[in-house]
């Protein structure tokens, strides 16, 4: 009996599911929070991600994962997609879909990359980009849980103008402490100039290794391996250390 349920539980994720676009929030130039509504969604970890599919009218059909920024709330679900030059599924999700659309999506799917709120030790969230939509969904349900867990967020950006969530994150969270890196353009007055993120920089704004911190890293494969690695050498256990990636 308790096998079969686990077995339907899987299946339910499996299975493809029509969702409509009910919102459609501009986050910055090249990318977009899409808000769904899922009929027979069964909940999502905050770190997981759907898979969505799209299909032409010829039968052509392509499909993409893309991570879940919103924490649980019933049938809903916002996805933020950031349009990648010369996408197959990224642009049209960016540029065209809007509210009324449908598309398909199968999910959730991952069970490493999660944080779940009952979880006590300090966490540390290191985003590279658009790395910052599933760590973001760890803040809301951190925040929609009323934990006191405390958690900091260090983002590595191009520039100001590629913020995701700028008003929001500005408006802050009692025991979240952000820290941004940007790697080409610094805002005028910043005391960090340009560069790639260091071994300094999670220094300065991370976990000392001896708290014990559960660390996330998502972003691009380069810049993950790179910040996990740096982490590794000052001292932070890798079995506490989960990364998520993209890109080549």
């Known amino acids: 009996m308790a096998r ?8 339910d994720r499996l299975n493809w599911r029509v969702a409509e676009v009910t919102g459609r929030h501009v986050e910055s130039p090249t990318a977009v929070t899409l808000t769904l509504d899922v009929p027979g969604w069964p909940g999502h970890l905050p770190g997981q991600h759907v898979d969505v599919r799209l299909t032409a009218q010829d039968g052509y059909s392509t499909q993409r994962s893309y991570s879940i920024a919103s924490a ?92 995701l969530y700028g008003a929001e994150i500005r408006r802050g969270w009692p025991g979240l402490d952000v820290a941004r890196v940007y790697t080409r353009e610094a805002p005028a007055g910043t005391e960090r100039p340009a560069g790639r993120i260091t071994p300094e920089d999670l220094v300065r704004h991370g976990w000392p290794p001896d708290f014990e911190p559960l660390v996330y890293v998502c972003g691009p494969t380069g810049f993950v391996e790179k910040a996990a690695a740096y982490l590794v050498l000052l001292g932070h256990a890798p079995e506490r250390v989960r990364t998520e990636r993209f890109g080549g």
Do not use: K, N
Not at 4 to 11: D, F, I, P
Not at 100 to 121: A, I, K
């Open 72 to 163: 649980q709330d019933g049938t809903h679900l916002e996805l933020t997609v950031q349009r990648i030059p010369d996408g197959e599924v990224s642009p049209y999700l960016v540029d065209e879909l809007v509210p009324g659309d449908q598309l398909e999506l199968r999910g959730p799917v991952g069970g490493w990359f999660v944080w779940r709120p009952e979880q006590q030790e300090p966490v540390l969230l290191v985003a590279g980009g658009s790395g910052l939509v599933p760590l973001m969904c760890m803040i809301r349900a951190r925040h929609a849980a009323g934990s006191r867990v405390p958690f900091r967020l260090i983002h590595s950006l191009r520039s100001p103008g590629e913020q």
């Open 4 to 11: 079969a349920a686990v077995l339907g539980r899987l299946g």
